[in-house]
């Protein structure tokens, strides 16, 4: 008798999401198609707020800074100075994923110094984030080339994402 039960949870569980107006499968409606790239910046950025303000057309509430201008304990002999794109997130995956190629484009055109980069996201099931170091931000945009959204993350020198997997 085990199987009513389950059957009757099932049941409120699937009316609980029609009654809601979305179902189990729509939040990934939203995502966008695998296969992007990145929006290539038509001049360098000599502020993080002017490639804020560039990411800001791509990616939604995007908060863009270095650890030396919000951290009044950074040490610049001592500290890496890291280049922080943070923005809300769905935990959509393709949509993650052009937002990261989006900021790493965008860091490759930064004409300050920063040591790190770091991309961001905050859902609801937690943050997710990718590290890439400059030489990889300049290998990934060399000679004009284009990063492509569907690579970004196996490119990063480091991550914390449990969100998407």
Request: proline share 2%; aromatic share 6%.
């Given at each position: ?46 502020t ?21 201008e919000?951290n ?19 935990g ?42 400059t ?15 569907d ?15």
């Amino acid at each position: 008798m085990k199987s009513v039960p389950q059957l009757v949870s099932a049941i409120a569980a699937a009316l609980a999401l029609s009654l809601s107006g979305c179902s189990g499968s729509e939040s990934e409606a939203g995502d966008i198609e695998s296969g992007q790239v990145a929006e290539v910046p038509s001049s360098d950025f000599d502020t993080t707020d002017e490639l804020g303000d560039f990411l800001r057309d791509t990616v939604a509430e995007v908060h863009v800074h270095r650890e030396s201008e919000g951290n009044p304990d950074f040490d610049h002999n001592r500290d890496a100075d890291r280049l922080h794109v943070e923005f809300p997130s769905n935990g959509q995956v393709n949509t993650d994923k052009k937002a990261t190629a989006d900021a790493v484009q965008a860091a490759g055109s930064a004409e300050f110094a920063y040591d790190m980069l770091m991309v961001t996201g905050t859902t609801d099931a937690g943050t997710w984030s990718y590290m890439f170091s400059t030489d990889t931000v300049d290998e990934l945009t060399a000679s004009g080339s284009v990063v492509e959204a569907d690579s970004v993350w196996d490119s990063a020198d480091q991550d914390f994402d449990s969100v998407h997997r």
